[in-house]
């Protein structure tokens, strides 16, 4: 439970920040997670977003870029999707619906792996014809955050749907999400990893399998011990350490990459 | 065992491309309808200072320019809105927008797009005044209302009264709002001061609001005015006569 624990906390700190200062007047950050000044010194930009605004054409000014290069270069030290698992808030609305639809018989359907790596390129190429941020419209990551951020109560139809989905659909929303197909670009270089290090105990009892929310990635280093690195190495892995958590024979935990 | 493990992945692979490219499609089409609007989509918004045409690609609706403003005049366009979900944008006739010396907007926009080179209030474009409502403005009735006149912090520049005669009563004078865009910000100080219970003047996007003059026209009296003389030769001024004939007699005409 300790990293399951360890994440909710991180979420739930990260929103409260932001939320301090719409409730409680305390402005440590200003703005949403699409972009925001910390303390009036530490500017962070979404990639996604930022990806976009440069695709339509703009030259972001020295702020955002700034906020977009430290966004990467934390992610690229920390494990691109560390942001899904840890930081984004629509993690827990699908873990809420993924832990429902585990204990019935709602869905069982299943959208594939790749799938957002096609929305990343058609949310691209969208911005890149039409000059517009589009997906900007429909993108539920920051249509949540900043929606909590800015107390527009209409998210809840948002948080709904996305909840619905995640009934349905094994991974949900985060399985196709193109801000988290970008993030795990970032994921295939970072050092940070979790390793199955005595995977040779491994008495498949499937319970990382079960809980993992990218059961995919785990599948190479844990079972082919024939040659294979005992490294996660995907970049769809969240580092969220569920698997960690979950394996009564300690075969996983937190490393290097090397 | 191993032969099934493998033709289970494969068929399985396929199953998943073909899911894969079927959702892909499906999410293209969708978003292709529905999403991707190169403009506001005909949504009517006005947008903070500094904002230029390309506004929607530029900005990263973040929220930070309405956290920044001090008089809650900027708000983001709201969830099932048109003209692109959590941009910045303003209603006149709720909160206008005050002018603050220093900007506070776009100092707080990270992207540049509200315009970092807009430093002096007097040159910002958010939009333009019209008084879209002539059958119902007091001042076009014949009243001597003018709120907006008097509410216009570029008072006598960017709104004036003209005054023309009252043909309806004949011998009264009408007090005519006339909004001149050069001057007008947009502030919207006229639309939230009209005593109407719906505005009859009205900031408008200065796309929809401004028409747009032939590039071979010159206005005669401009360029006289600054050429300090006609810029054609004068017209021959021949010397005045009078009509010298005289209507022929009747016994003339006859055959």
């Known amino acids: ?258 | 065992m191993g032969n099934d493990l493998k033709s289970d992945t494969n068929t399985n692979r396929r199953q998943f491309l073909a899911t894969s490219a079927t959702a892909a499609c499906g999410v293209v089409a969708l978003f292709g309808l529905s999403g991707c609007t190169p403009d506001d989509g005909g949504a009517v918004l006005l947008r903070p200072p500094g904002a230029k045409g390309d506004f929607l690609g530029a900005c990263i609706r973040c929220g930070q320019c309405v956290r920044a403003c001090p008089h809650k005049t900027l708000k983001l366009v709201g969830l099932l809105q048109r003209g692109g979900t959590g941009s910045p944008h303003y209603e006149p006739r709720q909160i206008p927008c005050e002018m603050c010396a220093d900007l506070p907007c776009i100092k707080a926009c990270p992207t540049g797009a509200l315009d970092p080179e807009l430093t002096d209030v007097n040159k910002i474009k958010m939009g333009v005044a019209v008084l879209v409502d002539q059958e119902n403005c007091l001042n076009y009735l014949g009243l001597r209302c003018g709120v907006c006149y008097r509410a216009c912090p570029s008072i006598d520049k960017a709104l004036t009264l003209d005054a023309r005669h009252n043909s309806r009563s004949g011998k009264h004078t009408l007090f005519l709002p006339k909004v001149h865009s050069s001057h007008c910000t947009g502030c919207g100080k006229c639309e939230k001061s009209c005593v109407l219970p719906i505005a009859a003047i009205k900031v408008l996007p200065r796309s929809l609001a401004k028409g747009k003059l032939g590039e071979h026209y010159r206005l005669g009296w401009e360029e006289k005015a600054k050429k300090g003389k006609s810029l054609i030769p004068e017209a021959l001024d021949l010397p005045d006569r009078m009509p010298e004939f005289t209507l022929p007699s009747l016994d003339e005409v006859k055959p």
């Open chain 1, 1 to 258: 439970m300790k990293y399951l624990l360890l994440r909710r906390l991180s979420q739930l700190t990260i929103l409260t920040v932001f939320l301090l200062g719409p409730l409680a007047g305390v402005w440590i950050v200003q703005g949403s997670m699409a972009g925001s000044m910390t303390l009036d010194v530490l500017p962070l930009t979404d990639p996604l977003v930022f990806l976009q605004t440069v695709l339509t054409g703009h030259s972001p000014a020295a702020t955002a870029l700034a906020g977009g290069i430290i966004v990467l270069g934390f992610y690229l030290l920390v494990g691109g999707r560390v942001f899904c698992s840890w930081v984004c808030p629509i993690n827990m609305i699908n873990d809420g619906a993924g832990w429902i639809r585990q204990r019935t018989s709602i869905g069982d359907g299943s959208l594939g792996t790749t799938l957002r790596y096609w929305l990343l390129g058609f949310v691209s190429i969208l911005a890149f014809t039409t000059g517009v941020t589009g997906w900007e419209d429909s993108n539920p990551v920051n249509i949540v955050s900043r929606s909590l951020v800015f107390l527009q109560w209409q998210v809840i139809w948002v948080i709904l749907s996305l909840f619905i989905f995640g009934l349905l659909l094994k991974g949900g929303w985060c399985r196709i999400c193109p801000t988290g197909a970008l993030y795990s670009l970032l994921g295939y270089l970072s050092p940070l990893k979790v390793r199955s290090s005595n995977r040779e105990t491994c008495d498949h009892c499937n319970a990382c399998y079960q809980v993992c929310p990218e059961p995919q990635v785990l599948v190479t280093p844990l079972k082919n011990s024939a040659g294979s690195s005992p490294v996660i190495l995907s970049g769809q892995c969240t580092n969220c350490g569920r698997c960690i958590d979950v394996c009564h024979k300690n075969i996983f935990k937190f490393g290097s990459r090397f």
